[in-house]
């Protein structure tokens, strides 16, 4: 199998199943904005408590996307 056909072959993988791999990160990337939102608004020469709550959220989310990365792999091995 060469490039192009592996390429391919993922694409129609994605696109055929697009709506739930959107649904399946969503959660994470509604939890990045909101961590993300939360310490731009602490911006100061100060670190404020926000600050850790809006590490502790993006913690949270990336290890939610971790756990659905491997949802997707095992999505893609057809287990």
């Known amino acids: 199998m060469n490039r192009?056909?592996?390429k391919e072959d993922a694409k129609s993988?994605?696109?055929s199943h697009f709506s739930f791999y959107f649904l399946l990160f969503l959660p994470a990337f509604i939890l990045e904005a909101?961590?993300?939102?939360?310490f731009g608004m602490n911006v100061t020469d100060y670190p404020e408590p926000s600050d850790g709550v809006s590490a502790l959220i993006t913690w949270i989310?990336?290890?939610?996307t971790i756990g659905?990365?491997?949802v997707c792999l095992d999505a893609m091995?057809?287990?």
């Open 4 to 6: 192009a056909a592996l």
């Open 61 to 64: 989310a990336a290890l939610l």
């Open 34 to 38: 909101i961590g993300g939102f939360t």
């Open 13 to 15: 993988i994605l696109n």
């Open 77 to 79: 091995r057809e287990k």
């Open 68 to 70: 659905m990365l491997f």
